[in-house]
């Protein structure tokens, strides 16, 4: 009976138990693959927890999933991954910025506003690097480029902090 949900870096959300089997039954020195997406999975983010929290078998979980981010959490991932993760994370950002039971450092929650308000006076602003007035349609590439480079690094700084919190260095 597989118990503990987790959210994997590849969107899907499975039971920690079924993750855990599907991770030592291929190499132990390798991250698994997703059995829906077929993605590689780096990073296992535990869904809220509430009657299971004293059962043992999930204390046991929770350590192997804990030692699997230790291991897998810090590999590098491509552009084109980070690109399919960030709904996921951004999703999970704003989630937990909105959820007063949930705590986030005040120095990530300052660093967050600021870079938000600095690229949405940027892209509000009728001074850019491309100006729409000359170049058109053209002229939003940049405001798009800087919103993409903003939620991009969002996603990488909360990654990073989920990674702290469930098994990383």
Known sequence: MCTAPYSLSAIV???GECIIRVWHHGPAVQACKCP???????????????????DPQVGRILGEIQHYNCIFGGAPRSLTQRLQDLPFFIRRLFRELLDPQR???????ARMMMMVALS?????S???ILPESVLGLFGFVDDLLILVIVFLHLAAVYRSLLLYRHGGQ
């Open 13 to 15: 959300i499975l039971k």
């Open 36 to 54: 829906i997406c077929r993605r590689l999975i780096n990073l296992l983010v535990p869904a809220p927890l509430s009657d299971q929290e004293d």
């Open 120 to 124: 949405a006076i940027y892209v509000l």
């Open 103 to 109: 705590t986030l450092p005040l120095v990530f929650r």
């Open 126 to 128: 009728p001074v850019d």
